[in-house]
């Protein structure tokens, strides 16, 4: 309930802000992906099926239910293992997916903030999965950025699909954690 207080508040504080420079994609509802469950849920792949269904790569269709299928693991990060729950979208976790199944793409891992992939992104009007820190949504959480430029940013939550949020840039610098997925198209 609380999330979604806070999606509500979000999208009203900006939703009245006016989005500058290029038009955002545009991805039709009928091609996103919603969020299994709000509380520790599949966030990152349905983020990641949304920009798959959008893109028409087929090898991302289904993405989300078939996490639910995988088993959880253990990485070995500096000497301890990492448990990891399959629903957890670690961005080793989305690269290990997405070269299993043969995707291209960009990527900026968290703590990095290489906005160079969201220019990219931008600049090819592909819509991206970026991730947030746990204080913007009460938990660490990825979304669809549809949107971005100097002033405004424009995404889209897998929680709540079929809105577009808006929010300033100062707000996303501040609580993006720096992982930022652009899925290339296929050729």
């Not at 849920?41 to 269709?61: D, Q, R």
């Not at 995707?103 to 992939?117: A, L, P, V």
Request: glycine content about 8%; overall charge positive; aromatic content about 16%.
């Amino acid at each position: 309930m609380k999330r979604f207080l806070i999606s509500i508040v979000l999208f009203f504080i900006f939703a009245l802000s006016l989005f500058g420079g290029e038009p955002y994609v545009r991805i039709p509802k009928d091609k996103q992906v919603e969020n299994l469950n709000l509380h520790g849920g599949y966030c990152a792949w349905a983020s990641l099926e949304t920009v798959g269904n959008y893109l028409e790569i087929k090898k991302l269709s289904g993405l989300m239910k078939s996490r639910t299928k995988d088993p959880d693991y253990k990485v070995l990060i500096n000497g301890s293992w990492l448990e990891c729950k399959r629903n957890e979208g670690y961005d080793f976790s989305i690269q290990w997916k997405l070269d299993e199944l043969g995707i291209k793409y960009r990527m900026s891992r968290q703590g990095f903030y290489d906005r160079n992939i969201i220019n990219y992104g931008v600049k090819q009007k592909i819509p991206m999965v970026v991730a947030f820190k746990p204080a913007a949504f009460d938990g660490a959480h990825a979304c669809i950025l549809i949107g971005y430029d100097n002033e405004n940013v424009v995404f889209i939550d897998p929680n709540y699909p079929g809105w577009n949020y808006h929010a300033t840039r100062r707000w996303f610098d501040y609580y993006w954690d720096g992982f930022a997925l652009v899925v290339e198209r296929e050729q």
